[in-house]
């Protein structure tokens, strides 16, 4: 199982996030580095895992904000090697694209995450992976809803390689993983890459997770708590 480490971005730090309910966020408390600065706790999760992938969600901007810019453009800068996947509340691909241009070089390795919950339609679905475009999309629900009102859940041929089943009421919930849904994306288009999200508490969950059908998992409470042990080189 691959581990993709994650960063919630809200107000210039990294917050833990729990069950999706962002307005109660508070800065992480991590075992794996003392405070909460992005860029020193990207570098250590990413060490933990053995991992180039970084998840990031800029919560300022999915809640409606402006765009963490200058945040995101350090974490690239401090590592040259990163492969950033970044959830922005893009509503289509030019938004994306505009965030790019913002960022300036490092944009190159930047990977936009189109999450279900932000698309404005199926048309910006059917454009955000258009051409080959290397993107990533992020079918979402909170308690059993699905938050799409693109109506990505239900068209797996306009989805990319990779894609991720966010669970959010699992989310630093202490409260296992979503196999169920993962289970039902995977019949809807077997060759996908699946990236589970939110609920895994230690290496059984994982191993749990992989017979499931997950390529990978996005993780932080455990790793952040010391519940998953680093991964060898």
Known sequence: MILIPVIDLMQGQVVRAV???RGSYRPIVSGLCAGS?????????????????????D?????????????????????????????????????ADAL?????EHAQRMVAVFGSESLRSRLALQR????????????????????????????????PRRVIVMTLERVGADAGPDLETLREVR??????QLVGAGGIR???????????????????SALHD????????
């Open 19 to 21: 069950r999706g309910d």
């Open 37 to 57: 600065n992005p860029v020193e706790l990207a570098r250590a999760l990413c060490s933990h895992c053995n991992s180039r992938q970084l998840y990031a969600a």
């Open 59 to 95: 919560l300022d901007a999915l809640m409606g904000g402006p765009a963490q810019v200058d945040l995101v453009r350090a974490v690239l800068q401090a590592m040259p090697d990163l492969e950033l996947w970044l959830d922005a509340g893009f509503a289509d691909a030019a938004a």
């Open 100 to 104: 790019r241009e913002r960022i300036g």
């Open 128 to 159: 955000c992976f258009a051409d080959g475009r290397d993107a990533v999309l992020s079918l979402d629900r909170r308690d059993g809803r699905r938050l799409d009102e693109a109506g990505c859940w239900e068209q797996p041929a306009l989805w």
């Open 187 to 192: 019949s809807l288009s077997p060759m996908t």
């Open 202 to 220: 230690n290496p059984a969950d994982l191993a749990r997770a992989s017979d499931a059908g997950a390529h990978a998992w996005l993780v932080a």
């Open 226 to 233: 010391g519940r998953l042990p680093p991964v060898p080189r």
